[in-house]
């Protein structure tokens, strides 16, 4: 059984920055593309990066595009989010999510579809 574990998130100032992470376990990690997606209340959930399984390829979602960089470790198991110049907009809870077919990526906007396992998700809220 595949599980995914966030931690990160929390309170920050507008400007500020915040490191997200997840850690997986069950899966043969090396071979799935991951991703994160955000939900802010009443809206509906937002594409925000992947990255392909051996972490050469990534794309983003263009509202935080040059702010937001998705990294992975395969070694450890670990994806992340690091997240710069916050802006109020991007408070949401934040999920990480496994690609629910090894070896597969859609190219650009990734659809939520496309992957078949999420953690629990983790609060980011950021004050003007």
């Known amino acids: 059984q595949v599980q995914l574990v966030e931690s990160g998130g929390g309170l920050v100032q507008a400007g500020g920055s915040l490191r997200l992470s997840c850690v997986v376990s069950?899966?043969?990690?090396?071979?799935?593309?991951m991703a994160w997606f955000r939900q802010a209340p009443g809206k509906e959930r937002e594409f925000v990066a992947s990255i392909s399984w051996t972490g050469v390829s990534s794309w983003y979602g263009e509202s935080v595009k040059g702010r937001f960089t998705i990294s992975r470790d395969n070694a450890k198991n670990m994806a992340y989010l690091q997240m710069s110049s916050l802006k109020s907009e991007d408070t949401a809870v934040y999920y990480c999510?496994?690609?629910?077919?090894?070896?597969?990526?859609?190219?650009?906007?990734?659809?939520?579809?496309?992957?078949?396992?999420w953690g629990q998700g983790t609060q980011v809220t950021v004050s003007s």
């Open positions: 069950g899966s043969t990690f090396n071979t799935y593309s």
């Open positions: 999510a496994q690609a629910a077919k090894p070896f597969h990526l859609r190219i650009g906007t990734a659809d939520a579809a496309d992957f078949g396992s």
